[in-house]
């Protein structure tokens, strides 16, 4: 027993000897071979040579921002130079929705900016505003006075001035831009925009099809109101791709085989957004930070873009149809006249009618039995407002507003304008419909 015993205490000994030789010639192993994580030289670009201005056709293909637009560039001396014009904007969120804004060259959001790594860029900026302003170039590598934050890095620009900001992309990516001076009021009133940086050179063998960007933004409009309340912290009744809400919003065009990108940015004041594709799954394959390694990538139907970020994803879109594309917070997907009205769900509402109709002749609760029955009664809206969701569809009311648009994947060369081809042609038999007997019968369905 005590040979036994002293075995044990031996081997127990002799494993702990061996263990702690094996832990230390591992350590003198990672020792001898420098730390496990080597720290990048640069994590704010480091130095770039500028380049020869990149030529869309050449050096990369544009991008296409549905419902928006990209700003027009020249080169002086090897630099491309660019104009923004910050000012008022009438614009129209969708049919029936205007308000007065503040946006660039006309338009909310502003002009996508494109350039390509190496690009020498200088960007003027010329306000228009009643209002002192400045630009902030969002997650761009460059030198700390070029930053745009207001007070810190630039005195703002005064209403009527022009200001010029210059330097080297040492980057390629999916980009924002937005005023930093008084942020609240500026963005909210739609001062905003994406900027698109390509590689150089362009990966060998890989490219994409299409290539689309969406800015994601939320705002509140007072039905009847002329103008976006900036003060809005949570309320936010107009939910918006590129500025536009459903039934406003441009459809995705693509032809079935390609490959396509969406670069998402969001610069809500304060909603992130899950975006869900339908009958397709995509890769998120870059972020602002950069582009994810193969390896990293990871499939997704659904991304969430949180607030001041980007997200570039990738899909092949090989089924035809007209597919959703929209923020998964379901209140996204309404507009102005659904969130302050009483929850009505199974109420019968027919005392109700008669109590109101004696103080107003005609009058109708609404809401029994869901939201949608507003839409399909056609009621009408108070002035420059938008029904709660959507708009008529192939097979009827479609449900949804705000952010929300379509991805229509087809067949035929559907080019590259995006133009909208119109709905989906069904092939006979691919579309779900009231069931038969007989089929129900064979199936042992009974109700």
Known sequence: MTDLKLSRRQ???????????????????????????????????????????GQPGRDYQPTITPGGATLPWKIVDGVKVYHLIAEEVDHEFAPGLRALCWGYNGRVHGPTIEAVEGDRVRIYVTNKLPAPTSVHWHGIFLPNGMDGVSGLNQKPIPPGETFRYEWTFKQSGTFMYHSHHDEMVQMALGMLGMIVVHPRP??????????????????????????????EMTDFNVLTMNAKAFPGTAPLVCRTGERVRIRFGNLSAMDHHPIHLHGHYWKIVATDGGPLPASAQWPETTVLVPVGTTRDVEFIADAPGDWAMHCHMTHHVMNQMGHDIPNMIGVDTRKVAALGGRVVPGYMPMGERGMEEMAHMEMPVPKN????????????????GGMFTIVKVRDEDVGNENKDPGWY??????VADRARKEDMDRDGIQV
């Open 385 to 400: 407002s938008i029904p709660m969701v959507g708009a008529k569809g192939p097979f009827g009311h479609i449900g949804m």
């Open 202 to 231: 362009a990966p060998a063998g890989y490219r994409v099809d299409r290539d689309f960007v969406i800015l994601l933004s939320e705002w509140k409009i007072v039905p009847g109101a002329k103008r976006p309340d900036p003060n």
């Open 425 to 430: 042609k069904y092939p006979p038999g691919t």
């Open 11 to 53: 081997a127990i000994l002799a494993g702990a000897t061996v263990g702690g030789a094996a832990a230390s010639l591992t350590s003198r192993e990672v020792r001898a071979a420098g730390p496990s994580h080597k720290w990048e030289s640069s994590y704010s670009g480091g130095n770039v040579a500028t380049r020869a201005p």
